[in-house]
């Protein structure tokens, strides 16, 4: 079964940086484009980044371009995402996922972004 587990998140002021894991398990994830989406509180899930199989061409949103890193290991099966200049828009859980919707996804890590 697919197993997506993400780490990494906490609490950082504006302008931090924090840097999130997701550890993949149960299918070929050298063969899958990845995704991280988030969902603030009482907001839709939103996509966030995502980044090719093979290639690792990373694609950005515009709120996070510029800002966000997205990379992969695929010798470790784990997702990366490099978040610097965090705002508190930022505030949300952030789930790794098999798809840009986020149907497929991990249980998530919370990301808190707040003086």
């Known amino acids: 079964a697919v197993q997506l587990v993400e780490s990494g998140g906490g609490l950082v002021q504006p302008g931090g940086s924090l840097r999130l894991s997701c550890a993949a398990s149960?299918?070929?994830?050298?063969?899958?484009?990845m995704y991280w989406v988030r969902q603030a509180v009482g907001k839709k899930l939103e996509w966030v980044a995502s980044?090719?199989?093979?290639?690792?061409?990373?694609r950005y949103a515009d709120s996070v371009k510029g800002r966000f890193t997205a990379s992969r290991d695929n010798t470790k099966q784990t997702l990366f995402l490099q978040m610097n200049g965090l705002k508190t828009d930022d505030t949300a859980v952030y789930y790794c996922?098999?798809?840009?919707?986020?149907?497929?996804r991990g249980r998530g890590t919370q990301v808190t972004v707040s003086s």
């Open positions: 996922a098999t798809d840009s919707n986020g149907d497929v």
């Open positions: 980044i090719s199989s093979v290639a690792n061409v990373p």
């Open positions: 149960g299918f070929a994830f050298d063969s899958y484009s």
